[in-house]
C-alpha cells in the first residue's frame, strides 16, 4: 500500500483479491470518501472475504475473470494485484484489463513470487518435502505457486 500511495477518497480494485486480505487494508486507508473493490474469480474466496470484519469503507466484492472486467475504462485510481497474477493463465490479458480500468495518471502494484532460487523459505519447504516425501513430490512445486 505504501508503492501505491493509496489514500482518502481513492478509488481502488483489488484483482485476484482472495479472502479480501489487502482489500480490507486499503478501505481502512481510503476511509468513506473512497471506493474499494475486491475482484476475484473463485466466488468460494468473495464468500470467506465477506464474513470478515467490517472496514472504514463499504467494501463492493465482484466475481469475475481478471482477463475480461466488466468496468468502464479509467474507473480507478488505483488497481492492486498480491499474488495473483502467477495464477492468471493470460498474464497479458490480465495486466491489458488492469490498464484499461486505470485512470490517467493512476498506479499499479503487482506483487508476484519469483522463482524458488529467490526464495530461501520456498526452497527450504522443498527440501523438506523431498526428504521427507520424495523427489518426485517435491518437483510438483508443493505450495501450488506457478513460477515465472
Known amino acids: 500500500m505504501e508503492l501505491a500511495t ?3 477518497g ?14 480490507r487494508l486499503v478501505a481502512n486507508r481510503i476511509g468513506s470518501a473512497g471506493q474499494i473493490v475486491g475482484f476475484d474469480l473463485n466466488a468460494g474466496m468473495l464468500a470467506r472475504a465477506r464474513a470478515s470484519r467490517e472496514t472504514a469503507a463499504a467494501i463492493e466484492w465482484r466475481v469475475g475473470s481478471a482477463t475480461d472486467m466488466a468496468f468502464a475504462d479509467a474507473t480507478f485510481d488505483c488497481v492492486v494485484c498480491q499474488h495473483g497474477l502467477q495464477f492468471i493463465p493470460d498474464k497479458a490479458a490480465a495486466v491489458s ?30 527440501d523438506a518435502v523431498e526428504r521427507n516425501v520424495g523427489s518426485e513430490q517435491a518437483a510438483q512445486n508443493p505450495i501450488g505457486i506457478q513460477l515465472w
Not at 488492469?98 to 526452497?123: F, K, N, Y
Open 6 to 8: 493509496i489514500k482518502s
Open 10 to 23: 481513492d478509488r481502488v480494485l483489488d484483482v485476484a483479491c482472495g479472502t479480501g486480505v489487502v482489500t
Open 97 to 126: 484489463e488492469m490498464h484499461r480500468v486505470l485512470a490517467d495518471r493512476g498506479r499499479t502494484v503487482i506483487s508476484v513470487w519469483r522463482s524458488i532460487e529467490h526464495c530461501p523459505w520456498q526452497a527450504a519447504i522443498a
